[in-house]
Nanobody, 115 residues
């Protein structure tokens, strides 16, 4: 059974930082591209950042330079370090594991940026 469990969400003031973590089980973790998506109320789910099995990273323009994605294949975890948070970063953040013909999602964790 595949499980992706996110943690680390919460509330923070603008300019603050949060670190999200996703623990994966039931998959051959090192062979998957791991990604973080987010979805704000009334919006579609958008890609925030991804890291391939070869550790190539991609970022949405809106977060490049502020967010950093990383993975630990020994622990089967993928993290998202979020700095200089803005109100527009408020959303539910989802972890995703992707491979050809396979795509798994976590349950999501809420991030709220507000003064």
């Amino acid at each position: 059974q595949v499980q992706l469990v996110e943690s680390g969400g919460g509330s923070v003031q603008p300019g603050g930082s949060l670190r999200l973590s996703c623990a994966a089980s039931g998959i051959s973790f090192s062979t998957y591209t791991m990604a973080w998506y987010r979805q704000a109320p009334g919006n579609q789910r958008d890609l925030v950042a991804s890291i391939s099995s070869g550790e190539r990273t991609t970022y949405a323009d809106s977060v490049r330079g502020r967010f950093t994605i990383s993975r630990d294949n020994a622990k089967n975890t993928v993290d998202l370090e979020m700095n200089s948070l803005r109100s527009e970063d408020t959303a539910v953040y989802y972890c995703s594991a992707q491979r050809i013909r396979s795509n798994y999602w976590g349950q999501g964790t809420q991030v709220t940026v507000s003064s």
